[in-house]
């Protein structure tokens, strides 16, 4: 349910396409009316454990709704609070939420375009090594966090080794002895 500010935004049916785009992910949230409104103060806003998103339309991405959404689960559903764990869990749930760098945990520069999107090749990494860290946190492991960003940092590109272009699988490098993979639907 948009608020009436938003529902009048220049942006809003993009909005729109990305919260469904982005909802389908969270079938946690199902029956739960989620009301969603304007700001400009931040990318988004949302109380953990509430019902509410405030978002900023011109800064919205796939990434930063999920962030919000796991705002919501936060508290609930086996999801600590914080915003890295926030980070974490969101970059967790579809490969194809990974469009941009997330807001608290690090990821190696390398893997940003100039124009500061994750590069296509590294999104399902990311996401298998999310994935991987939220397992090794249900099973008690206290620095997940800390495991997804070395992780990471091990499959920063060398200089010697540039980048992969073109296919964008990276699940093929989740060599690191238990990266789970994401599915490429």
């Known amino acids: 349910m948009l608020t009436r500010p938003l529902s009048r935004h220049r942006l809003r049916n993009n909005l729109v396409r990305k919260l469904h785009y982005v ?3 969270f079938p946690e949230l199902d029956g739960q009316t989620i009301r969603v409104g304007l700001t400009r103060a931040a990318t988004g806003l949302a109380v953990p454990g509430g019902d509410e998103l405030w978002i900023n339309p011109s800064q919205t991405s796939y990434h930063s709704l999920a962030h919000e959404f796991v705002h919501l689960l936060q508290g609930k559903h086996d999801i ?4 890295k764990s926030c980070d974490v869990f969101a970059l967790a749930r579809h490969w194809t939420l990974n469009d941009s760098p997330p807001f608290y945990v690090r990821l190696p520069v390398e893997f ?3 124009g500061g999107k994750i590069r296509p090749e590294y999104a399902r990494l990311i996401c298998a090594t999310a994935r991987r860290a939220v397992e090794m946190r249900k099973a ?3 620095n997940y966090i800390s495991y997804f960003e070395k992780t990471l940092e091990h499959h920063r590109p060398s200089p ?3 980048r992969r ?3 964008g699988h990276a699940d093929e490098h ?3 002895g238990g990266v789970s993979r994401c599915p490429r639907s």
């Open 174 to 176: 989740s060599t690191d």
């Open 80 to 83: 600590p609070t914080g915003e």
């Open 165 to 167: 272009t073109g296919t």
């Open 140 to 142: 008690g492991t206290r």
């Open 112 to 114: 940003r375009t100039s």
């Open 23 to 25: 909802r389908r992910f």
């Open 160 to 162: 010697s080794h540039p």
